[in-house]
């Protein structure tokens, strides 16, 4: 398991109170869901994530399946959210 910091941004910083946590887990997919069924996380915090994109230190995911992007030690994990007229 890799532990690092997950950032949230604009309306997935909102639903998730909080800008940033920590996460322990291998792939992108076992933060997810750590993520989403953590402790009060609400059904808007899981409908904000379904619908974000996602950069590991700096590189977006795209469209590769979450259970294939393997978290760094020490990584970073963006949340973004689709913004307006993007």
């Known amino acids: 398991m ?3 910091t997950m950032r949230y941004w604009a309306a997935a ?3 998730a ?10 792939t992108l997919a076992e933060a997810i869901a750590a993520a989403v069924s953590g402790q009060g996380r609400s059904d808007e915090f ?11 230190d700096g590189v977006p ?3 590769r399946a979450h259970g294939s992007v393997v978290l760094p030690e020490g990584g970073v994990v963006e949340v973004l959210p689709p913004f307006a007229g993007g």
């Open 2 to 4: 890799a532990k690092g």
């Open 13 to 15: 910083k909102a639903a």
């Open 17 to 26: 109170g909080t800008p940033e946590e920590p996460y322990d887990a291998e």
């Open 46 to 56: 899981e409908r904000v994530v379904g619908r974000s994109s996602f950069l590991v």
């Open 61 to 63: 995911v795209g469209s």
